[in-house]
């Protein structure tokens, strides 16, 4: 049987992190943070730096753009947050990648994890509809990868302004 499976959906800057963070660590350490982001900029250097600085000691990361399921796969038994799935959808449509294959190859090995797994992914669907084909196509594979995800997931939970709601379980 496969191990609690815990998404945490939110917007920009929600506080989804936090919770996801404070959600992995009810479990014992160490503890693998699987990180999807790339840092081609300035910006996002800092952004990174912020989320590493103010986590306790305890964590291992690991980075993972593109291979997430490999990442997970090779965390045994650890627990695993992976922060964020939104961003390794990113990576994947702009690597051409085979999008179905991917979240397949994710779903299988969630299926397998003997080790509380906990997703972090952006609620991008709430806003009005995007102006061009490529954000429009992102916003409908995140809003589709989300959905599969929380129908998989034995608890879901939604972050606006840092308090999170649970939407499915008691996470």
């Known amino acids: 049987m496969a191990a609690p499976l815990t998404l945490v959906l ?10 996801a963070e404070a959600l992995t660590t009810r ?4 503890w693998r943070y699987v990180a999807t982001a790339q840092a081609f900029d300035d910006e996002m250097r800092a952004r990174i730096a912020e ?3 103010r986590r306790e000691p305890g964590w ?6 593109l291979d997430l399921a490999d990442a997970l796969r090779d965390a045994g038994r650890r627990p695993v947050l992976v922060d964020c799935l939104t961003l390794w959808l990113t990576n994947l449509m702009l690597g051409e990648r085979d999008i179905p294959a ?8 969630l299926a397998d994890r003997a080790a509380p797994t906990v997703l972090v992914a952006n609620e991008v669907g709430l806003g009005i509809v995007p102006e061009n084909v490529l954000a429009r ?9 989300n959905q599969r995800l929380a129908a998989r997931a034995e608890n879901v939970v939604f972050v606006a302004a840092g308090l999170p709601l649970a939407l499915k379980g008691s996470a």
């Not at 479990?27 to 160490?30: L, M, Q, R, V, W």
């Open 51 to 53: 989320h590493r600085a």
């Open 60 to 65: 291992e990361t690991v980075e993972a753009p």
């Open 102 to 109: 991917a979240v397949a190859a994710l779903e299988a090995v």
């Open 10 to 19: 939110g917007g920009a800057r929600s506080g989804k992190s936090r919770t």
């Open 137 to 145: 196509r992102f916003r409908d594979e995140a809003g589709r990868l």
């Open 27 to 30: 479990h014992a350490a160490p």
